[in-house]
């Protein structure tokens, strides 16, 4: 069934490589106020590479642009966004778009803060089938990555050859605790999945020291 999103392509597009609409940023910009308008544009080095047409109205983002896909003519692009508003901690409340996407019959509607453009339309990550780069790499890289910022976010230094930072002053014990036992679980699950990534060159002694098999 035809909609937003149908029609992806077979392969992962990296987000950083797609132009995108961030909620943040056009709320700063004045873009999501009633009865705004203007165009949005993209820049590399200076240069503009792209540009649209953008308007606010009755809590919708309205989107007009001309897109061509494999060499057919361009095509012109109305596109209707809603926003939704959610509660912060301090009595305030922040926007977030809600996803138009539309995947066999189903109507997305995540919450999300960026949209994506990976085809004709601008929708979230999952229904233009996009990912960031480094969810691309191994498992272990990603453990170890999550693992460095906790150990940062503590005071300390990143990386396995140093201890865990002590209790920052002002840090609930139970929250430091919880975050040195995530620190301590990601490199566990990091050293396994490395050594099941190369189980196949371990000797049997070695893999019964490791696996216990």
Request: net charge positive.
């Amino acid at each position: 069934m035809g909609g937003y999103g149908s029609g992806r392509t077979s392969y992962k597009r990296k987000a950083e490589h797609c132009r995108s609409l961030d909620v943040n940023r056009m709320q700063r910009d004045g873009c999501l106020r009633e009865g705004s308008r203007g165009d949005w544009v993209w820049w590399c080095d200076g240069d503009e590479v792209a540009r649209i047409g953008h308007r606010f109205t009755d809590g919708q983002l309205v989107l007009n642009y001309r897109v061509r896909q494999y060499e057919a003519e361009w095509e012109l692009i109305t596109q209707y966004i809603n926003l939704t508003q959610s509660g912060c901690n301090y009595g305030n409340t922040r926007p977030y778009f809600q996803c138009p996407g539309v995947l066999n019959g189903w109507r997305c509607k995540r919450r999300i803060a960026k949209l994506f453009m990976g085809g004709r339309y601008f929708l979230c990550r999952h229904c233009n089938d996009i990912r960031y780069s480094s969810q691309s790499d191994p498992r272990c890289d990603r453990l170890l990555r999550r693992a460095n910022k906790l150990r940062m976010a503590l005071g300390g230094e990143p990386g396995t050859a140093y201890l865990i930072a002590p209790r920052p002053k002002g840090m609930w014990q139970r929250t430091y605790q919880r975050k040195r036992s995530e620190i301590e679980w990601c490199e566990r699950q990091a050293d396994q999945a490395f050594l099941s990534k190369y189980r196949h060159i371990l000797s049997e002694e070695e893999q019964q020291m490791y696996f216990g098999k």
